[in-house]
Structure formats: C-alpha cells, structure tokens
C-alpha cells in the first residue's frame, strides 16, 4: 500500500530582526485514499464558500489564519471541519522548524553552500543541488521511521510544489544526492528517493501542507492565535511506538 507525502515549506520573518523561523511540513495519506479525500474537500469548499472547483479558493494558510479570517466565524467553522476530516481519512503530519539566520547577499549564499561536500547537510533551511537542508533531513528521518514503522516493505513518495523550473531541479537534486550517494540518506529504506511536483492550486495535499507548515511556523514564531490550530496537528503527529533515548519518536520538531 502505498503512502504519499506531501511536503511544503514556510518562513516568517519579524520586522527588525536578523533572524527568522524556517519551518518544513508534511502531511501522510493513503495513495488509495486520496481521489474520495479529494472529492471530500471539493464539497466541503462547496458548502461553506460556494466554490467547489478543483482550483478554486485554494486552502493556504495566509488565506485561511491571516488576522482578518480569523475574525471570520465561517472560516473558522470550515477549518473546524477541515481538521475533523483530515483525523477521520487517517491523514499523518510532520513539521522542522529551526531559527535561522539571513545570508544576504546571494554570493555569500553561494558560498556558505559551497564550503559543504556533495551529499551533505546544511545547518539551515538552505539547500543546493548538492547540499539538502537541514529541515529536509530531519523531516526525511521521521517520515521514514513512519513508514518503516507502519507499512513496512513500502516506500513513501514525497510530493513537493511545484515553483519554477530551476528551483524545482535544484530541489530534486538535492534530495536524490541525499538518498541515492550518502551513508545516512541511503539507509531511508522507508522513501522513494525521486520527489515528484505538483501545482498547488490544484493538489489539495500541498495546500494542506501549505496550512500546516503556516500553522506550525506562525506558532513558533510566537503568534498565539496559532495555538489551538497547532494542538490540532500535534494530535495528528506521528508518534512512533519506538523509543530512542527514553523518548518517543515524533513527526513534529523545533530543532534548537
């Protein structure tokens, strides 16, 4: 049985400050259990926005949890809905979050990726056709851990947003140079390691991975509106029944 994961990324800056939180979510669903979700979110949208088309009024979270929607009770009783739906077809979330630090101008970008060998981890969100991210490797370990753990002998396929075509190239590579030439990578039995993309407005799992990684991102960057929105991803985490180091193993992290 196959698992797709959905994969998205978020990043929230406070004005005036030289840091900022970088945060990669996904969210895990049955590959047989997708088209009857989908038709699902098309009659949910249908029903509290009057627009059930495939593309139309896309769930992303600067839409649905900016501070004017959360003034909106309809909104809110959707994501309510929303939610319910997501724990009752079984759906799976994860979530890195780390503080990071601006690398500006792009040349010492360049450089800060170029001081690291093929295959290896970046201590930050950034990433090269050569170099994953930190948050990518972190996710990748529990996402893997999910699977080996539940559908042993399967493999996830990982589904990222679709950008441009450079960026999603240069995504590509980085995550199969990852898999496919480290140590480290190549013992994720658990994931396939070619990424597939998909356009948003079209994909419902990348919007819900939109959402999350919003919702966990805005939480952490100390947004208190966030928090009962979080408390309802973390009940829906992956919680390994494995221990390592006399703690649980969890889908959703805040790296320090």
Known sequence: ??????????????????EYYATVAGV???????????????KLKGKFFKRPGISEFPLRGRLLLNNRA?????????????????????????????????????????DYLKEHQQGAISDSDKYSAKVISLLHAYLFERINSYVLEYYPGQQAKLVFKSVDPTRDSTLSSSIMNFIYHTTYGGGFDGILGNPFFATLPQTSGLQLADLFAYIINQYHGGRPEMRS???ELESMQFSSAIEKDDFSIRGINLLE
């Open 28 to 42: 895990a669903i049955e590959e047989v259990k997708l088209p009857d979700f989908c038709r699902k979110i098309m």
């Open 229 to 231: 929105f979080y408390s």
């Open 70 to 110: 959360l003034e909106s009770y309809r909104k809110q009783e959707f994501l309510g809905e929303l939610f319910s739906l997501c724990r009752l077809e079984g759906m799976v979330t994860f979530g890195t979050t780390r503080r990071c630090s601006v690398i500006s101008p792009p040349e010492e970008l360049e």
């Open 1 to 18: 049985m196959s698992v797709l994961v959905f994969i998205d990324e978020s990043r929230w800056k406070q004005p005036g400050k030289d």
